[in-house]
């Protein structure tokens, strides 16, 4: 539905397009924008327009220009620095399974604010905001304005709008696959001035982690010295094992078919290593995990592959009474066989799912992102690629191609 402040925006837009100078249109006078005196002064010079990757169709990105919006009094303009491609960009790119193009994907971004309205003072965390900092969004919560990051009513955000997955409209700027993006009142925002570039790049996956993480501990399972195993070491799991190791937790084993990201997995906290492909059959792969712990199974699983077989497979690496995770299947990947007696009931296995994050796994992910700096873990170096906005059609290519870990957009390198 489109409010009284939408039309007076959109009209607003039109009229300087016309080249007529709105912001001084009496007709306007209730609205500010950051050339008027209402919104603060902008940091640098802004613009009149802004280039945004718009899916057009399958596997094509454009790159658009769009005029920027005045910004109103609950809006924040952010000049993008860098964002991730996410397997769901890959999947969008590819098949459109949402049915969103055209669209301004890109919804792991980050950058700093250029100009905001009067309203905006603090952010989802109750920070002071300002021009020049840097920051993050969440989720967008329209239709419930008043949720605040520690109101746990809402215990996870797989429905909620976010920025990059939103259908286009007037505005255009809707995702982070751009030189600048436009928050709208409503958002969720986190000042994370104090995270370097790299580290505010991989928040969005990490709290995938923090995420998981919680719902581990919430079997009464997991402690600093469990032996845990974690399977699949694409970023999400190898974002697992950092998260892990930052908790203290060192007995952890890697289970991947690909040397070089188990590699990755023993700089990032894991003690050891499986490759699948060194075994033949499920029986010697879980010997191939029990002498990896030294002669036990797994007290802990993270099972992070989106491969139903994989699922199958995990219950066999947990000793009896054991906990598991299954965090693998963001998107339906198809079913997965188990035997509910041998593999679940008789081990009593403590299953828990996990998908996306709560608000509150924000905070302790900014958290768990310093923390892994403080104590060495190169986890930056999951950013492999980092191509301009103007190459985005090739980085969405080298993401489907699994050569690298995670891909960047950063729209400043030309
Ligand atoms: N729970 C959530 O909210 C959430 C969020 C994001 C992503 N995901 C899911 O997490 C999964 C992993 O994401 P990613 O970006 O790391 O993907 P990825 O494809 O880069 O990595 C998957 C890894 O699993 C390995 N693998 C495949 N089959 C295996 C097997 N049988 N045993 C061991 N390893 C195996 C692959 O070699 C690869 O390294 C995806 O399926 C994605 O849908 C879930
Ligand atoms: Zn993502």
């Given at each position: 539905m489109v409010n009284e402040q939408d039309v007076e925006r959109i009209v607003k837009q039109i009229l300087s397009e016309m080249g007529g100078s709105s912001a001084n249109s009496p007709a306007m006078g209730a609205f500010t924008s950051y050339?008027?005196?209402?919104?603060s002064t902008p940091s640098a010079d802004i613009p009149k327009t802004a280039h945004v990757a718009m899916?057009?169709?399958?596997e094509r990105f454009e790159v658009k220009e769009f005029p920027i919006p005045p910004v109103g009094d609950d809006d924040i303009l952010v000049r993008v620095e860098g964002c991730g491609v996410c397997g769901t960009d890959a999947h969008e790119f590819k098949r459109d399974p949402f049915n969103l193009i055209p669209v301004a994907l890109g919804h792991e971004g980050t950058g700093e604010i250029v100009a905001m309205g009067k309203?905006?003072?603090?952010?989802?965390?109750g920070k002071d905001l300002h021009i020049g900092d840097k920051v993050v969004t969440c989720m967008i919560?329209?239709?419930?304005?008043?949720?605040?990051?520690?109101?746990?009513?809402?215990?996870?955000?797989?429905e909620s709008d976010v920025y990059g997955l939103l259908p286009d409209d007037?505005?255009?700027?809707?995702?982070?696959?751009?030189d600048y993006i436009f928050i709208r009142g409503g958002s969720t925002v986190f000042?994370?001035?104090?995270?370097d570039l790299d580290s505010r790049i991989l928040i969005e996956p990490s709290a995938v982690l923090v995420h998981a993480v919680e719902r581990a501990k919430s079997t009464n399972i997991?402690?600093?010295?469990s032996r845990v195993a974690v399977q699949g070491c694409g970023p999400i799991g190898l974002l697992c094992i950092a998260v892990l190791r930052t908790m203290g937790i060192e007995n952890i084993t890697a289970i991947d078919g690909n040397e070089k990201r188990l590699e990755f997995a023993k700089r990032l906290g894991a003690g050891s290593t499986v490759n699948?492909?060194?075994?033949?059959?499920i029986e010697a792969l879980t010997k191939g995990v029990y002498d990896s712990f030294g002669g036990h199974l797994a007290d802990f699983a993270f099972q992070c592959t989106g491969n139903p077989k994989a699922h199958a497979n995990i219950y066999k690496f947990i000793r009896n009474g054991g906990g598991l995770c299954e965090l693998?299947?963001?998107v339906n990947g198809g079913n997965a066989e188990i035997n509910p007696h041998f593999d679940l009931c008789s081990k009593e296995i403590n299953l828990v799912g996990s998908w996306v994050y709560t608000l509150r796994d924000y905070g302790t992910t900014f958290d768990f992102l310093k923390r892994a700096k403080a104590i060495g873990l190169?986890?930056?170096?999951?950013?492999t690629h980092r191509f301009p906005l103007q190459e985005i059609n090739e980085a969405l290519k080298t993401n489907l191609a699994m050569t690298g870990l995670k891909i960047a957009i950063i729209p400043g390198n030309r």
């Amino acid at each position: 539905m489109v409010n009284e402040q939408d039309v007076e925006r959109i009209v607003k837009q039109i009229l300087s397009e016309m080249g007529g100078s709105s912001a001084n249109s009496p007709a306007m006078g209730a609205f500010t924008s950051y050339t008027s005196l209402g919104g603060s002064t902008p940091s640098a010079d802004i613009p009149k327009t802004a280039h945004v990757a718009m899916l057009v169709e399958k596997e094509r990105f454009e790159v658009k220009e769009f005029p920027i919006p005045p910004v109103g009094d609950d809006d924040i303009l952010v000049r993008v620095e860098g964002c991730g491609v996410c397997g769901t960009d890959a999947h969008e790119f590819k098949r459109d399974p949402f049915n969103l193009i055209p669209v301004a994907l890109g919804h792991e971004g980050t950058g700093e604010i250029v100009a905001m309205g009067k309203n905006v003072k603090k952010d989802s965390a109750g920070k002071d905001l300002h021009i020049g900092d840097k920051v993050v969004t969440c989720m967008i919560f329209r239709d419930d304005p008043e949720i605040t990051m520690f109101d746990m009513n809402k215990q996870n955000v797989g429905e909620s709008d976010v920025y990059g997955l939103l259908p286009d409209d007037e505005y255009h700027l809707n995702g982070w696959f751009s030189d600048y993006i436009f928050i709208r009142g409503g958002s969720t925002v986190f000042n994370v001035s104090d995270l370097d570039l790299d580290s505010r790049i991989l928040i969005e996956p990490s709290a995938v982690l923090v995420h998981a993480v919680e719902r581990a501990k919430s079997t009464n399972i997991l402690r600093f010295n469990s032996r845990v195993a974690v399977q699949g070491c694409g970023p999400i799991g190898l974002l697992c094992i950092a998260v892990l190791r930052t908790m203290g937790i060192e007995n952890i084993t890697a289970i991947d078919g690909n040397e070089k990201r188990l590699e990755f997995a023993k700089r990032l906290g894991a003690g050891s290593t499986v490759n699948f492909n060194d075994f033949q059959g499920i029986e010697a792969l879980t010997k191939g995990v029990y002498d990896s712990f030294g002669g036990h199974l797994a007290d802990f699983a993270f099972q992070c592959t989106g491969n139903p077989k994989a699922h199958a497979n995990i219950y066999k690496f947990i000793r009896n009474g054991g906990g598991l995770c299954e965090l693998g299947f963001f998107v339906n990947g198809g079913n997965a066989e188990i035997n509910p007696h041998f593999d679940l009931c008789s081990k009593e296995i403590n299953l828990v799912g996990s998908w996306v994050y709560t608000l509150r796994d924000y905070g302790t992910t900014f958290d768990f992102l310093k923390r892994a700096k403080a104590i060495g873990l190169p986890v930056s170096e999951l950013i492999t690629h980092r191509f301009p906005l103007q190459e985005i059609n090739e980085a969405l290519k080298t993401n489907l191609a699994m050569t690298g870990l995670k891909i960047a957009i950063i729209p400043g390198n030309r």
